[in-house]
């Protein structure tokens, strides 16, 4: 016998096979309890077939045939920006508010952090039926959605990156009788800039995929556009609308990423 | 001296341009989007309001919002769960210190290509296709889960070290067994991490895809508003709330339990 | 000048980190401060511009109209006042990395120039141009429009010693600022704090008491929280033992071996 004890093979194998049978058992009953058949995707696959059929060819007239595609394309690009350019300056503010090093008072602090994940967890789904209600359907309920959407999912992170700044650079700064305001001014801006302007990049895109879901329950744009082309079974006006949203998406993540690479590795001062 | 350092005000000079072209982007999409401070305030005052209108929450409907409720968390697991598995399998063919260029390639494209068409858009033709049912929600959620997860972790594939899958590759393993005893262990930590932060995702979307037709809380929540039962949307709203809360708990207990480094956010 | 009397700071479960710390410097002085870690050095030098409040005890700190203010008993108001014309040098440098190294020189007269102005306008071109002289005393003019991440550790340092030079200070403290450099940047460090002690009181503190030796016109040794030796910078054996103890030893074998340069580039 050896000395040292380890788990022997055998053990571990069957340690390993039952909690894979046990993991399996419990998918299966997920999937009977919600009907849900796999094995049916490829059975049933005429059904896309059909659809596929019915799909091709896009139909790319809705393009110049009248403005409402174009304008409904302009619509999702304005509120993916307005939602970020908005949602991101309220969530700096907050940052601001809610980090350690910066806001001395922990009263505003926990208020701040409490509004911030109030935001977080209220679902966008409510966010829009409750602003379509308030403003109408149409872009501007969009735009006030994606407002609290990004104040709700960047607060946060802000409030992380400034207080992991480096905190040396503040404490000379206090050093030389500086105030509060000017040690931010004069320190924690000049740091976090380029993570803040990299992370509202990264916004503009995830907010640009979000517009387009949004269109869906009265956010106007594209998504609004889709949806209708569905509901009247214009299935080739569907799939060109796809592939412009395709497009878009791509363009918009190639854009940022590259300007994102720009601004974190820029190496001189302008 | 150098006497380049000019501090006079004419250093701003350079922000102004951007500044100029910054607000009238925005001023354009203003227009575009018909967005007015009229109707921001507006907007603000109906909006809050109308929040005071649904208050108080009909707690006798609570009960009904249980099943739904358990009915989107069941389709966020199965979609999170299927689309990790498959991401792995994408993740390899995608990743090129295993597979070929050419399915690299092949596997590289479809996962940018499933990257670019949001959820949402799955989930229409899906049930396009199929009718209603949970069946085209977690379809779609397992797409946007290989879309994201394929990607990340097909990255944390190729940065391994390739001298140790040379040194497998010289003691006479075939792909199978350099997959398994030499790729899963390293990427195994971000495989939790990321699966547990795309099913902090995937709940935020049932609720949404539940509203378009894959069932669950986010019907009833849709539904509710369409037949002015505000009260008891305020209810599936208040359903809604503590299961993203809880899931994010929960996800941050477990990633931390497992210690993952280099994990998302 | 600046007067040290009584300082003590306890920890809540009752060790005593600084037990009536006494001392005087003058203008003309360049006093090193020695002892063990964790003796209460750098303890004691925060208490100076008050980025720690004592216990008890006071510090009284000239202005540059040469009125005495205690720094302990004062007001936020009167501590910021105070700290306009206190210079202080850092063992991590304690620069802003993401701005030009001009501007962390001009951050020195943050405390001297209105917040308003400070925020909206931000410095002005004469000062642009007296932080160019103050670093060309640290022969660093030719780097001033460079970002100061890019500098190596002992270059940092000198940007340090023109930000403090630039506020015009009088008293200027050093919290250990060669730890971080290799010899030849030590020395030149040195060099160019010992000629700031004419006109204004120098209080550092060090780990290397040959350095000491060297530039300091004093020294004071604190062991235990306690001033246990205050006089000439050249110290006996006898006297380095007493103050080290068992660490000396140790420090001896440390003498042979070379630092590795720090080279700090991002």
Redesign the interface.
């Known amino acids: 016998m050896s000395t040292v004890d380890i788990i022997m093979p055998s053990k571990r194998y069957k340690q390993k096979a039952t909690i894979f049978m046990v993991s399996a058992i419990v ?1 299966l009953i ?2 009977i ?6 094995i ?2 490829f059975t ?1 696959f005429h ?2 077939r ?2 596929l059929g019915e799909m091709f060819m896009p139909n790319y007239q809705i393009l110049y045939e009248n403005t409402s595609t174009g ?1 409904s394309i ?2 999702t ?3 993916a ?2 939602g970020t ?1 908005y949602g991101g300056l309220i969530a700096f503010v907050l940052a601001f508010l809610a980090a350690t090093n910066t806001m001395p008072y922990k009263a505003v602090r926990i208020i701040t952090q409490v509004f911030v ?1 109030m935001l ?7 966010v829009v ?3 379509v ?3 109408g359907p ?7 959605t994606l407002v609290i959407v990004t104040i709700g999912s960047f607060a946060k ?1 802000f409030t992380e990156i400034i207080e992991n700044v ?1 905190s ?2 503040g ?9 509060r ?2 040690m931010i ?3 924690i801006i ?2 976090i ?2 993570s803040f302007i990299a992370n509202l990049l990264y916004a503009f895109d995830v907010n640009m ?1 979000a517009a ?2 949004l269109g ?2 009265g956010g ?1 744009g594209i ?1 609004f556009q ?2 209708m082309a ?1 509901s009247v079974l214009h ?1 080739k006006d ?1 799939t060109a609308l ?1 592939t412009i ?2 497009i878009l ?2 363009l918009v ?1 190639k854009l940022s990423d590259y300007l994102r690479k720009r601004i974190l590795g820029e ?4 | 001296m150098t006497g380049q350092a000019t501090y006079s005000f004419k250093r701003y000079r350079k922000f102004v341009l951007p500044l100029i072209l910054l607000i009238a982007v925005t001023e354009g999409a203003a227009i575009v989007c018909g967005a007015t401070f009229d109707k921001l305030e507006t907007g603000i005052v109906k909006g809050l309001s109308f929040l005071q209108f649904m208050f108080p929450p009909d707690w006798a409907a609570f009960k009904d919002m249980l099943e739904p409720a358990f009915q989107s968390i069941t389709i966020a697991a199965l979609g999170t769960i299927f689309g990790t598995i498959l991401s792995v399998v994408f993740a390899v063919l995608a990743a090129s210190n295993i597979s070929h260029s050419w399915v690299r390639n092949t596997a590289r494209f479809l996962i940018g290509l499933e990257r670019s068409v949001p959820e949402i858009v799955i989930l229409l033709l899906l049930i396009a296709a199929f009718g209603l049912g949970s069946m085209p929600g977690i379809v779609s959620l397992t797409l946007g889960c290989i879309g994201m997860l394929g990607k990340l972790l097909a990255d944390i594939i190729e940065e391994i070290d390739p001298v140790m899958i040379e040194s497998m590759e010289s003691l006479g393993a075939n792909k199978l067994q350099i997959i398994w005893f030499g790729v899963m262990p390293q990427i195994i930590p971000n495989l939790v991490s990321y699966a547990l932060f795309r099913f902090e995702i995937n709940i935020r979307l049932s609720v949404i895809l539940g509203a378009i037709g894959a069932g669950g809380i986010g019907y009833e929540l849709d539904y509710s508003f369409s037949m002015l039962q505000y009260h008891r949307a305020f209810t599936a709203m208040i359903v809604v709330m503590v299961m993203i809360f809880g899931t994010e708990r929960l996800s941050y207990m477990l990633r931390k339990k497992f210690k993952v480094e280099g994990a998302l956010q | 000048m600046i007067e040290v009397k009584g300082l003590t700071k306890t920890l809540p479960n009752g060790r005593k980190l600084l037990n009536g710390i006494d001392f005087t410097v003058k203008k003309g002085e360049f006093v090193g401060i020695l002892g063990p870690s964790g003796a209460g050095k750098t303890l004691t030098l925060r208490c100076l511009n008050g980025l720690l409040k004592p216990d008890e005890g006071s510090v009284l700190v000239e202005d540059e109209h040469g009125e005495k203010h205690d720094i302990c008993q004062s007001s936020k108001k009167q501590l910021r006042h105070v700290r306009e014309r206190i210079g202080v040098i850092f063992q991590g440098y304690h620069l802003v990395k993401r701005l030009s190294v001009l501007e962390n020189v001009m951050i020195g007269r943050l405390g001297q120039i209105s917040t308003i102005r400070s925020l909206v306008y931000g410095f002005t071109d004469k000062e642009a141009e007296e932080a160019l002289l103050a670093l060309e005393k640290v022969k660093m003019a030719h780097l001033a429009q460079n970002r100061t991440g890019s500098l190596s550790g002992g270059e940092m340092q000198r940007v340090a010693i023109a930000r403090a030079i630039f506020q015009s200070p009088t008293l200027l403290l050093a919290d250990e600022p060669i730890s971080n450099l290799d010899p030849s940047n030590a020395k030149v460090i040195m060099k160019l704090i010992r000629p700031l002690s004419e006109n204004i009181p120098v209080v550092g503190v060090f780990h290397q008491p040959e350095m000491t030796a060297k530039y300091c016109t004093r020294v004071i040794a604190i062991k235990d929280g306690q001033v246990v030796y205050d006089g000439d910078p050249k110290l006996s054996n006898k006297t380095l033992e007493d103050i080290y103890g068992e660490e000396l030893a140790q420090m001896e074998q440390y003498e042979h071996a070379i630092p590795t340069p720090e080279i700090v580039r991002i």
């Open positions: 998918i997920a999937c309890y919600l009907n849900f058949n796999p049916m995707i049933e059904y896309v059909d659809l304008i302009l619509q690009l304005s509120m920006f307005l350019l994940s977080r967890v209220i679902p966008a789904l409510v039926l409750v602003f209600i308030a403003v149409g872009s501007f309920s969009g735009v006030l992170l480096e040396g650079p404490e000379a700064i206090f050093s030389v009788g500086a105030s305001l000017q001014r004069y320190s000049p740091q800039m380029p995929r387009i879901g869906i329950f106007g998504g889709l949806q569905k299935y569907v796809i949203i395709i998406v791509i993540e190496g001189k001062l302008g």
